[in-house]
């Protein structure tokens, strides 16, 4: 049982590359997730989903766009890369409302 | 909105000890969910412990323990008989029982790392 698989695990961009964050899961959750850590912060919401065709929008969603097509897969697309884009980006899923979340290995994204 | 706040971003215990990391947390909600997570050097995120707030009970699981007081809207998580692999990132965070179809997400506070000494 896989879980919640995120690739790649590591990246260098250049500023105004582009990028795609895949995040997959076997899990049959239709509860999916975008957060980014950053050193002292915590961990802030990008986007989220509660099935296949439907997303909105979280804390921090500026220079990010999402898709769900299955339920299996949520991955987070980055335009035009920018610094402030430099994080760990976690995907996570739920089976629902009461639970809590089961997290991806991350992806270290630097934008230089 | 729901904040949470660890106000202990380091912590230190000897091997073989017991531990006790703080959360509080400010919310208007009657029913809602309290976690901690624990992320080791590795970078996963693992759940440590779950506590419903409708329930009294305090959760258990295994060496861990959490103290919640919802009156005073603390949640602190005690490690005992602390061993090497529990050196990690710990994070404590809420998300709100489900009411009218919205989908409640779970926020983060901002950690303590936890270190544990030979």
């Known amino acids: 049982n896989a879980g919640v698989t995120q690739t790649p695990k590591f990246r260098i961009l250049k500023i105004g590359q582009s990028m795609t964050l895949q995040c997959t899961q076997d899990m049959n959750h239709n509860y999916m997730y975008w957060y980014r850590q950053d050193p002292g912060m915590g961990l802030k919401l990008i986007y989220y989903s509660v099935g296949a065709g439907i997303t909105d929008k979280g804390e921090v969603p500026n220079g990010y766009n999402v898709s769900r097509s299955t339920t299996e897969d949520f991955p987070l697309r980055l335009e035009l890369a920018a610094p402030s884009q430099t994080s760990v980006y976690f995907c996570a899923s739920s089976s629902g409302q009461y639970y809590g979340y089961t997290f991806g290995s991350g992806t270290r994204l630097t934008v230089v | 909105a729901q904040t949470v706040t660890q106000s202990q971003p380091e912590m230190s215990v000897q091997e073989a000890e017991t531990v006790t990391l703080s959360c509080t947390y400010d919310?208007?909600?009657?029913?809602?969910?309290l976690f901690w997570y624990k992320q080791p050097p590795s970078r996963q995120m693992i759940l440590v412990i779950r506590q419903e707030a409708y329930k009294q009970q305090n959760a258990t699981e295994n060496r861990f323990s959490v103290n919640f007081q919802k009156a005073a809207k603390s949640f602190s998580l005690k490690i005992s008989d602390s061993q090497l692999g529990d050196a990690a990132m710990y994070f404590c965070a809420y998300r709100s029982a489900p009411v009218g179809g919205a989908t409640n997400k779970l926020i983060f506070g901002t950690g303590t790392l936890l270190a544990v000494q030979p």
């Open positions: 919310t208007s909600e009657s029913d809602y969910y």
